[in-house]
C-alpha cells in the first residue's frame, strides 16, 4: 500500500509523495479512505543512502570513527578498504590514509557499529584498532541544496574550477557542476555560508551566477500581489505578522515596491488560498497569484541563450561579410580590384583600411565575450577555450596591424594583412556556439515536456458532510491545496495526486509511468497530477501537492541525473588540465617549426602563396593549430549523453539517478530478483484452509485478520481481504484490539488478541517458538508448496490451528523475460523469504536455475556482496521496501512497480510500471548510452588526434593542403555541436525488438 508520508527536512533528497507506511514508524496519513488503520513497521532496511524506514532522529545521528590499520603494503590497498566498509550498510563515508595507516568511517550507529566496521576491516586481510568515536546528533536543516545557474562556462576546466572555488568555502559540504545544464547544486551549511557568499565565489570565479533555488525540495513556495503595499507600512508589517502565525509557513519575504509577498510553506500543513484569505482579512486590497514573469526557469534562460548567440553571429556576419569579399572576391573582378588597391598612405591600399575598420568591432566589441573569459580563467590560473581563441585571433589581428603600420610608412613593403582571418574565426565559432546551444537544448527536452503537464486550472469543489456537490469553481492550479476535492472531466488533466472519491473512468499515464495503455480508475483507487482523463467524470481528492507531487518529484530526479557526473567523466576532466597549456605550446611549437626552416631555407620557395613571406605562412599554421583543438567536444561527451538518455528513460518510466547508475548498469551481468511483488504479481490471494482445531472458520479469521491488519506485508493484506468475507460490513470491518504485536521479519507476527496469544508465520518461527507442527500441518504444507503457492501456519494458545494456502501467481511474460536476460548473457537468480518448496516451483516455472530461499533481508544484502566478491556485476531487483539493504548493496538497485513512490533513495534505478520488461529496457537503455559516450569521446579525440597535425602543416609538404585559420575554426565549432546532435541520436531509443514480440503474443503487464 502507498501512503502519504509527512513533509520532513533533511540533507536527503527530498520526502516521497507516497511511501509505504511500515517505514516511516507508524506516521500513516492514508490517502484511502478504505485504509484508516495504523500500520506497524517492521521492515529492516540498511543503506548508506537515506533508508526508507529511518526514522528522522535515527537519520539526523552521525558517529566518526578512526582506525589504526596494520599491513598496507602499498597504496591499493587504502582502496580495497574503502570498498569493503564502503558496503555495510549505514556507512556514509569511509577515508582510509595509508601513509598514517589511519581510516576514518563516517557512519549511521542505527545501522552499524564499529565493530562490526572493524571486524570488516579484519576480514579483507587488515589489523584494525579502534582509536575513537565520537557521535553527534545533527539538525535536519543543517544541510541546504542551493541550486544555480552559472552563465560563460564553455568547456570542462570551467566546471572544474567553480567546484574548485565552491569546495573550498568553509560550510560547503558537496559541489557539483554541470557544464551541459549550466548549472550547479552546492550542498551547504547555512549557518556557515549564505546562497549569496556562494554567488559571490562563482562571481569571483569569472562567471555569471543567477539563483534558482535555496533549502528544502519538500517545500513549497507561492508568490501573491497585494496592491498598496508601496504605501502602506502598517499593512506590510500585520500581513507578515498574520501570515507567520500560520502553522506550515517557513519563510515570508515582501516586496514592498513591486507589490509582491513571497512564502514557503510545507503544503501538508497550509496552502495559498489561506495566505490570500488571511491578507484580505486584514483589510487590505485583493490578494490574487502574482503574474508569471517571463525569462524565468530553465528553459527561459536556454531561450536567451539562443537569442544572443544569434544576435551576436548576425552582427557579426555584417562586419565579417564585406571583409571577405574585399580579401577574397573583389579582388578578382576587374574595376573593383583597382579601387581596392588604391594607396592611401604610401603602400597604404583602401582595401587594408577597409578591412581594418571592418575586423575591428568583430574582434573587439562581438568578441568581447572571448576576452572576458580568458582573462577570469588566466586570474584563476586555468586556460580555458576562450585562451585559445583569444590568442589565435590576436595573433591574426595584430600581425595584420603591423602590417597595417609597416605599409602606412613604408613605399616599398608588401606584406599581406589576415584580418579576414580573426574576423572569420570568430564569426565561425559564435555559429558553432549557437548551433550547440540550441542543440544543448534539445537534450533537456525531457524535463520540459513533464513541467509542461501540469494544467492551467482546475475545477474545485464544495462538498457538503454527505459528498454531495455544493457548488463548482475553477481556479488557478497553483491554489490547490491538500484535501481539495476536484473534478476532472473528459479530456482534461488530472491536476493534483490524490484518489478517486466519485466515478470511473480510464487515465492514459504514458506520459508519468510510459505505460501505452489507459488505466481503469475508480473510487479509492489512486491518480496521478499530470495524467489525462479519457472518458468518465471523476471527483479526486488531492493528497500532495505543489513540490510533494509525484510529477514535482519526477523533476526534480530527472533534473539531480542531470547533475551527476558518470565516472567516466573523470577522464575528460583530467585531459582538460593539460589540454590547453599543451595545443598553446604545440601552436608554439609549429610557428616556430616552420619559421626556422624557412630562415634556413629548409623547404623550396614554390612552397609559400604569393601573398605570403616565410614568417606569415608560419603564423598561418601555428594559428590553425592554435583555434583548431577543441576541448569543448571532449567536455560534453559525457553529460549530454546521460542528459538525453535520462531523460529517454523518464519518458518510459524508468528513472535513472545520475551518471553512476548510468554506467554501473550497463556492466550488469548479474540480476537478483526478489519473489514476492517482482516476479508474482504482487497480489495473492488465500485459495485454500485447513482447520486443525475444532471451531468455526469465521472466529479463526477474525483473530487471523485482528493480527495481520497491523502488518503491511502483501501476504498479510490477502488475509485480512479473504477474512472480510466473513464480517457484514465489508467495507469497513471492525477488527478485535490486538495488543504487543511484535512484527518478526522473514517470518511472521505474533499479537494477543481476545486474550489469546496467535502466533502467525512460517515454519521456523513455529520451530523458534518452540511450537509443535502435527503430521498434517506438515502434509498440508508440503502439498501447498509443491503446486508454488506459499503455506502460513496460525498458532492459537502454543497450538497450530490451522494452516492457509496463499497463491501469488506469476507475472506474465516473466519466462520470457528471463530468457530474454539469459540471451543477454545475464545470470538471473531468485531471492525471497519464502520457503524452499514454493521458491523451487516458482523459479522452475521461470527458467532460473539458482535460489535462495527463507532469506532475511540482511541475508539477501549478504548474497550480493558474495557474488560481487565472485567478480560479479550485480542488480538487485526489489519492491523498495524490505528489500532496501540489498538495493543498496547491489552495484545497481532497481525498484520496480514503484508508481509515484518515485523517491525510493535504497534504488539506483526506480521503474514505475510493475513490469519486468523494463528491467531489460534500463539495462539495455545504459548500453546504448554509454555506447554513445564511447563514440562521442572516439569522434572527440579522433577530431583533435587527426585535426592538430593537419593545421600543423604534416600533409602540406607531400600534398600542398593546408588548412587555413578560419577553416579550422570552422572545423572546431563543428566538433562541438557534432558531438551534441550524436547525443541527441538517443531521442530516437526504441526498447529491444524481443519486447515488442512479447506485447505481440499478448503479453503485457497491466
Not at 90 to 111: E, T
Not at 134 to 149: F, G, L, P, T, Y
Not at 605 to 614: A, D, T, V, Y
Not at 880 to 888: E, F, K, Q, T, W
Request: glycine fraction near 8%; charged fraction near 20%.
Amino acid at each position: 500500500m502507498l501512503m502519504a508520508a509527512a513533509a520532513t527536512k533533511s540533507q536527503a533528497p527530498s520526502t516521497s509523495s507516497y511511501i509505504c507506511s511500515r517505514c516511516w514508524g507508524g506516521r500513516h496519513l492514508s490517502p484511502s479512505p478504505q485504509n484508516p488503520g495504523p500500520a506497524a513497521c517492521s521492515s529492516s532496511t540498511d543503506t548508506r543512502r537515506r533508508p526508507r524506514a529511518m526514522s528522522t532522529k535515527d537519520e539526523n545521528k552521525v558517529a566518526k570513527a578512526l582506525f589504526s590499520v596494520n599491513g598496507m603494503t602499498y597504496s591499493p590497498c587504502a582502496g580495497v578498504i574503502e570498498e569493503a566498509v564502503n558496503r555495510l550498510p549505514g556507512i556514509r563515508n569511509a577515508v582510509v590514509d595509508f601513509f598514517n595507516y589511519r581510516a576514518q568511517v563516517l557512519y549511521n550507529p542505527g545501522f552499524v557499529d564499529e565493530e562490526t566496521i572493524r571486524e570488516t576491516i579484519d576480514h579483507v586481510g587488515f589489523q584494525a584498532t579502534l582509536i575513537n568515536v565520537d557521535i553527534n546528533e545533527r539538525s535536519s536543516s543543517a544541510v541546504q541544496v542551493c541550486k544555480i545557474h552559472i552563465n560563460g562556462m564553455t568547456c570542462t576546466s570551467c566546471s572544474s574550477t567553480i567546484e574548485s572555488a565552491l569546495q573550498a568555502i568553509p560550510g560547503v559540504q558537496k559541489a557539483q557542476v554541470a557544464l551541459a545544464t549550466e548549472e550547479a547544486e552546492v550542498h551547504h551549511n547555512p549557518k556557515t555560508v549564505s546562497h549569496n557568499q556562494l554567488l559571490q565565489a562563482i562571481e569571483d570565479a569569472g562567471f555569471e551566477a543567477i539563483l534558482i533555488s535555496t533549502g528544502d525540495d519538500s517545500i513549497s513556495k507561492i508568490e501573491l500581489k497585494v496592491d498598496g503595499l508601496d504605501t502602506d507600512d502598517h499593512t506590510v508589517r500585520m500581513i507578515k505578522k498574520s501570515l507567520q502565525s500560520l502553522p506550515g509557513v517557513q519563510e515570508i519575504v515582501i516586496y514592498p515596491e513591486l507589490n509582491k509577498v513571497s512564502i514557503s510553506y510545507i503544503p501538508d500543513m497550509t496552502g495559498p488560498r489561506i495566505f490570500i484569505s488571511i491578507i484580505e482579512s486584514t483589510g487590505s486590497s485583493k490578494a490574487m497569484l502574482y503574474p508569471k514573469a517571463k525569462g524565468e526557469g530553465r528553459e527561459a534562460r536556454r531561450q536567451e541563450e539562443v537569442d544572443q548567440y544569434y544576435r551576436f553571429f548576425l552582427w557579426s556576419l555584417v562586419f565579417t561579410v564585406p571583409v571577405f569579399l574585399t580579401s577574397m572576391v573583389l579582388m578578382y573582378i576587374p574595376g573593383i580590384n583597382h579601387v581596392l588597391d588604391i594607396k592611401v598612405v604610401k603602400m597604404l591600399s583602401v582595401g587594408m583600411l577597409l578591412r581594418w575598420e571592418l575586423s575591428t568591432p568583430v574582434q573587439f566589441i562581438i568578441g568581447r565575450r572571448f576576452y572576458t573569459g580568458a582573462y577570469k580563467s588566466l586570474r584563476h590560473g586555468s586556460a580555458n577555450m576562450d585562451v585559445l581563441i583569444v590568442l589565435g585571433t590576436n595573433a591574426a589581428y595584430f600581425y595584420s596591424v603591423y602590417s597595417l603600420s609597416r605599409a602606412a610608412y613604408s613605399k616599398d613593403f608588401k606584406g599581406t594583412d589576415f584580418f579576414e582571418t580573426s574576423s572569420m574565426l570568430i564569426s565561425f565559432i559564435l555559429l558553432g556556439k549557437y548551433l550547440e546551444v540550441l542543440a544543448k537544448r534539445k537534450t533537456s527536452d525531457a524535463i520540459a515536456k513533464l513541467m509542461d503537464l501540469t494544467p492551467e486550472t482546475a475545477i474545485l469543489l464544495a462538498l457538503d458532510d454527505e459528498g454531495n456537490v455544493m457548488s463548482e469553481q475553477e481556479i488557478d492550479s497553483r491554489l490547490i491545496q491538500k484535501n481539495d476535492a476536484i473534478k476532472i472531466i473528459p479530456g482534461a488533466k488530472v491536476a493534483a495526486d490524490g484518489y478517486v472519491l466519485w466515478g470511473e473512468s480510464h487515465v492514459n499515464e504514458s506520459m508519468i509511468t510510459g505505460e501505452a495503455r489507459p488505466v481503469g480508475k475508480r473510487k479509492g483507487d489512486m491518480v496521478i497530477g499530470g495524467t489525462v482523463n479519457e472518458n468518465g467524470v471523476l471527483y479526486i481528492q488531492a493528497t500532495q501537492v505543489g513540490s510533494e507531487s509525484a510529477l514535482s518529484q519526477i523533476v526534480r530526479l530527472v533534473e539531480s541525473a542531470q547533475m551527476a557526473k558518470a565516472p567516466v567523466q573523470k577522464f575528460a576532466d583530467s585531459i582538460s588540465k593539460y589540454f590547453v597549456p599543451l595545443v598553446i605550446m604545440l601552436s608554439f611549437s609549429t610557428w616556430f617549426a616552420w619559421f626556422l626552416a624557412g630562415k634556413l631555407h629548409s623547404y623550396p620557395k614554390s612552397w609559400i602563396p604569393s601573398s605570403m613571406s616565410r614568417f606569415e605562412l608560419a603564423l598561418q599554421f601555428g594559428i590553425s593549430v592554435m583555434v583548431i583543438a577543441c576541448p569543448c567536444a571532449l567536455g560534453l561527451a559525457t553529460p549530454t549523453a546521460v542528459m538525453v538518455g535520462t531523460g529517454v528513460g523518464a519518458s518510459q518510466g524508468v528513472l535513472i539517478k545520475g551518471g553512476q547508475a548510468l554506467e554501473s548498469a550497463h556492466k550488469v551481468n548479474c540480476i537478483i530478483f526478489d519473489k514476492t511483488g517482482t516476479l508474482t504479481a504482487g497480489k495473492p490471494v488465500v485459495v485454500n484452509t485447513q482447520l486443525l482445531k475444532n471451531m468455526a472458520l469465521r472466529e479463526f479469521y477474525v483473530l487471523l485478520a485482528a493480527t495481520e491488519v497491523n502488518s503491511e506485508h502483501p501476504l498479510a493484506k490477502s488475509i485480512v481481504e479473504h477474512a472480510k468475507g466473513f464480517v457484514e460490513d465489508k467495507e469497513n470491518p471492525a477488527w478485535p484490539e490486538a495488543r504487543d504485536f511484535i512484527a518478526i521479519t522473514g517470518h511472521g507476527v505474533k499479537a494477543i488478541v481476545e486474550n489469546k496469544e496467535i502466533i502467525v508465520g512460517n515454519k521456523s518461527l513455529m520451530l523458534d517458538q518452540s511450537i509443535a507442527i502435527p503430521l498434517e500441518a506438515e502434509d498440508m504444507l508440503a502439498k501447498v508448496e509443491g503446486m508454488a503457492q506459499t503455506g502460513i501456519l496460525v498458532s492459537i494458545d502454543g497450538e497450530v490451528a490451522g494452516v492457509v494456502a496463499i497463491s501469488d501467481p506469476l507475472k506474465p511474460g516473466a519466462q520470457e523475460v528471463i530468457s530474454i536476460l539469459k540471451s543477454m548473457k545475464i545470470r538471473s537468480i531468485v531471492v525471497t523469504g519464502d520457503n524452499w518448496g514454493t521458491a523451487k516451483s516458482i523459479a522452475k516455472e521461470v527458467g532460473i536455475e539458482t535460489i535462495i530461499a527463507e532469506a532475511k533481508p540482511e541475508d539477501k544484502a549478504e548474497k550480493v556482496r558474495d557474488l560481487q566478491a565472485s567478480g560479479y556485476i550485480v542488480a538487485m531487483v526489489g519492491d523498495g521496501i524490505n528489500d532496501s539493504p540489498a538495493l543498496v548493496a547491489a552495484d545497481v538497485g532497481m525498484a520496480i512497480g514503484a508508481g509515484t513512490d518515485i523517491a525510493i533513495e535504497a534504488a539506483d534505478i526506480v521503474l514505475m510500471k510493475n513490469n519486468l520488461e523494463d528491467v531489460i529496457t534500463a539495462i539495455d537503455l545504459s548500453r546504448k548510452t554509454f555506447s554513445r559516450i564511447r563514440l562521442n569521446y572516439f569522434w572527440a579525440l579522433g577530431y583533435n588526434v587527426l585535426g592538430i597535425p593537419v593545421a600543423a602543416g604534416v600533409l602540406f609538404p607531400f600534398t600542398g593542403f593546408r588548412l587555413p585559420p578560419w577553416i579550422a575554426g570552422a572545423a572546431m565549432a563543428a566538433s562541438s555541436v557534432s558531438v551534441v546532435c550524436s547525443s541527441l541520436l538517443l531521442k530516437n531509443y526504441r526498447r529491444p525488438r524481443k519486447l515488442d514480440n512479447l506485447e505481440i503474443h499478448g503479453i503485457r503487464i497491466e
